[in-house]
């Protein structure tokens, strides 16, 4: 009922910034994607919650690794969840993807629609 796109990653040295944007088609309503999400997931580690924000923008969570660094944002017009990334550091190498779901949870498996990734390689 949802597709999600990921677009964005690219390599990057540390201390610069990428903006992730992740956009949404087909059934787009308030419900299939009143939260939406970023993971990101290195090989061999299990996949890892980045930052999930609401509908409205009124709530956003993120992971400590990230909090101060990365910003989500939405454009329900557009459909597209957004990432600013700052200040990034080679640990934040990863592949990201982008999540929707019915509500604003932490955990991967509260999630029902799933791009397939964008990678983001940090590193000098």
């Known amino acids: 009922q949802v597709q999600l796109e990921e677009s964005g990653g690219g390599l990057v040295q540390p201390g610069g910034s990428l903006r992730l944007s992740c956009t949404a088609s087909g059934h787009t309503g308030s419900t299939n994607i009143y939260a939406m999400a970023w993971f990101r997931q290195v090989l061999g580690k299990e996949r890892e919650f980045v930052a999930t924000?609401?509908?409205?923008?009124?709530?956003?969570y993120y992971s400590d690794s990230v909090k101060g660094r990365f910003t989500i944002s939405r454009d329900n017009a557009k459909n597209t969840v957004f990432l600013q990334m700052d200040n990034l550091e080679p640990e934040d190498t990863a592949v990201y993807y982008c999540?929707?779901?019915?509500?604003?949870?932490?955990?991967?498996?509260?999630?029902?629609?799933w791009g397939q990734g964008t990678r983001v390689t940090v590193s000098s």
């Open positions: 999540a929707s779901g019915r509500q604003v949870v932490l955990g991967a498996g509260g999630y029902e629609y």
């Open positions: 924000i609401s509908w409205s923008g009124g709530r956003s």
